[in-house]
């Protein structure tokens, strides 16, 4: 079953300033590497390498899943993704979904 995909005012502005094509996070909700939850915002993060501007990064996708699908609330690229996810997970804020 396919889910509607829907964007925050953030998400979007993210995106637009980030140069980030819709695609890339249609892939990582699609096909993440690493699943978290996030303790604080009550989210989804999904993380998965990407190709942005011919480098290879990890892009991190925080979403909630509803009755109307999945909305997006931002999406950030961090190169040092695995240091990101070490941080967030031993500070208490991600937990490991697997």
């Given at each position: 079953m396919r889910m509607r995909v829907r964007y925050s005012a953030h998400a979007e502005e993210?995106?637009?300033?980030?140069?980030?094509?819709?695609?890339?996070?249609?892939?990582?909700?699609?096909?993440?590497?690493?699943?978290?939850?996030?303790?604080?915002?009550?989210?989804?993060?999904?993380?998965?390498?990407v190709s942005l501007n011919s480098e290879k990064v990890g892009l991190v996708v925080a979403f909630v899943v509803d009755k109307d699908g999945i909305r997006v609330i931002t999406v950030y690229p961090v190169r040092d993704f695995r240091g990101e996810m070490r941080r967030k997970v031993n500070s208490g804020r991600w937990v490991n979904l697997g």
């Open positions: 993210k995106i637009r300033i980030r140069l980030i094509p819709r695609s890339s996070v249609r892939l990582v909700l699609r096909n993440p590497e690493y699943k978290f939850y996030d303790v604080a915002s009550a989210a989804n993060v999904s993380i998965a390498v």
